[in-house]
Structures are given as structure tokens and as C-alpha cells.
């Protein structure tokens, strides 16, 4: 909905609301005779004949009102006579449009303050004048809350480097690929094993090694493997030869024949 499509019909006018403001700045017609009230009523009325809300129109009607408003409300006070407004609505729109704005910004930072103020209330000091026993007391007798040795000791030991640390009871393997290559050629040699044979108790590093060494030597076309289900028994053996193809020994018994 546009707001050119909003007619009114007030004692003191009559027809779209943008003639009317285009008016009212030019003072052809005196806001003081304007029922502000009655334009609110006539738009409401003509967005429920609509039956929809045009959200940028609708903000675009607050501002404007409400620059009327406050238009009306500087004519209604006693004191100097008023300046000449020589605005036209969208300048009049723009400026209460950054009055808002200063007012939201304002709003979300004593927000935030308030917030900080509630989440640190249970970490605030009192503030409190001291004794009058304490402010008479003179700077000779106050005694000192910790003992100097005893604080010298603490400063000191951050000072000091700390031992190292001891890591012989941690066991490094050392295990090669070229081991694990040597490893699973012998059990080839032999005939088909498990994966798990191959490695049987070794620790993760070792079984990942051998791992890398299978994937090494099925690239090298030395071993194959099958698998029957997921997470089951990985059986390993060298691969089965290829048969000969029949046109090359067609080729070479023809050699054989002599002309």
C-alpha cells in the first residue's frame, strides 16, 4: 500500500495524505486544525479493507505521523514564535528517521550496561570508608600480613627450571616398511595367510605399517586380497598368473612352421 492511495476526508481536508503534508509544510493549512487522531483511524481503516500489511509502508506512515506530532506538539507550547519549516516530507522523514536511529543506539547501550552490571553482581566490592581505629593508626604499628621469607620462598621457586621428565618407561617401536615388506613376502612364499596373521600382537604403529605395506605390494601386482563382509577376515595371496592369450600362441606356432 502507498500512502498517495490513502484518502482522507477531515473538516479542513479532503483527499490523498501526501497533498495533505505537502500543505501543512507550505502552511497553506494550519496543523493546529489537524486531527492527527482521525488520520491514524482512516489508515487502520483502510488496512483492514486491504486485508494485507505493507511493512515498508506502514514504517514510512510512523515516521511521517509522528513528525507531525511533534510538529503539533512545538506549535501547541507557549513561547517564541516559530521558525519556517521549508522541509519537504521525505527531508522531514529523514531527519526523524536519525532522531530514531540516535535513540536506538542509545536504548542498546544502556542495555548492554545493564546487562554487564546484572552478570558482575556477584563479583562487586563494597565500597566502604575505612575504621576510624585504622585511619588514627600510624604507619609504624601496621603489621605485615604475610611473613618476607615466606613470600621470598614463593617468588623464588617460580624462578627455578623444573626437572625433566622421565620418559624411558614409554616404549617407542621401531618398525620399518621395508621390514613389513620382507614380513609379508615370506608368508607369500608359503601360500595365502590373514591380515591378522600378519600381525598378530603387534602394537597399532606396527599393524599400521603393515597396512601400507600390503597397499604397497597390491600396487606392485605381488598379492591380492579378498574380504567376504564388511569388518570381517581379510585373507591375503599372491595373485593367480594370466592365462596366455590364444592369438599369441597362434602367432608363435606359425613361427614354428617352416615356409
Request: aromatic residues 6%.
Given at each position: ?6 484518502e482522507l ?8 495524505f501526501?497533498?495533505?503534508l505537502?500543505?501543512?509544510?507550505r502552511e497553506e493549512?494550519?496543523l493546529?486544525?489537524?486531527d ?38 512545538r506549535?501547541?507550547l507557549?513561547?517564541?514564535e516559530?521558525?519556517i519549516?521549508?522541509?519537504d ?10 532522531r ?5 543506539r ?18 562487586r ?18 603489621a ?31 618398525v ?16 595365502s ?9 603387534a ?27 564388511p569388518?570381517?577376515e581379510?585373507?591375503?595371496e ?10 599369441a600362441?597362434c ?9
Open positions: 500500500m502507498r500512502l498517495a492511495d490513502l476526508d477531515l473538516d479542513v481536508f479532503a483527499g490523498p501526501d497533498l495533505l505537502t500543505l501543512v509544510l493549512i494550519d493546529l486544525e489537524v492527527l487522531a482521525e488520520i491514524v483511524i482512516a489508515y487502520i481503516d483502510h488496512l483492514e479493507q486491504r486485508g494485507e500489511l505493507d511493512l515498508e509502508a506502514a514504517t514510512e506512515f510512523l515516521v511521517l505521523i509522528a513528525a507531525l506530532l511533534e510538529l503539533k506538539s506549535l501547541l507557549p513561547g517564541e516559530p521558525e519549516i521549508e522541509l516530507p521525505g527531508e522531514a522523514a529523514e531527519e526523524l528517521l536519525a530514531l536511529l540516535d535513540a536506538h542509545y536504548r542498546a547501550a544502556a542495555g548492554f550496561l545493564s546487562e554487564r552490571l546484572a552478570s558482575e553482581e556477584g563479583y566490592f563494597r565500597s566502604a570508608p575505612l575504621p576510624p581505629a585504622l585511619r588514627r593508626a600510624p604507619l609504624a604499628e601496621a605485615a600480613v604475610y611473613d618476607r621469607a615466606l613470600l621470598a620462598g614463593a617468588i623464588g621457586s617460580l624462578l627455578r627450571m623444573p626437572e625433566a621428565l622421565d620418559l624411558r618407561h614409554l616404549a617407542t617401536p621401531t620399518t616398511v621395508a621390514e613389513r615388506l620382507a614380513h609379508l613376502r615370506a608368508l607369500l612364499r608359503r601360500g595367510f590373514s591380515f591378522d596373521e600378519a600381525v598378530g600382537e602394537d597399532r604403529v606396527t599393524v599400521a605399517v603393515t597396512l601400507f605395506a600390503v597397499l604397497e605390494l597390491y600396487k606392485q601386482g605381488e598379492l591380492t586380497w579378498t574380504q567376504e563382509q569388518f570381517g581379510i585373507t591375503i599372491a595373485p593367480a598368473p594370466a592365462p596366455a592369450r590364444a592369438g600362441s602367432v608363435r606356432a606359425l613361427r614354428r612352421v617352416p615356409a
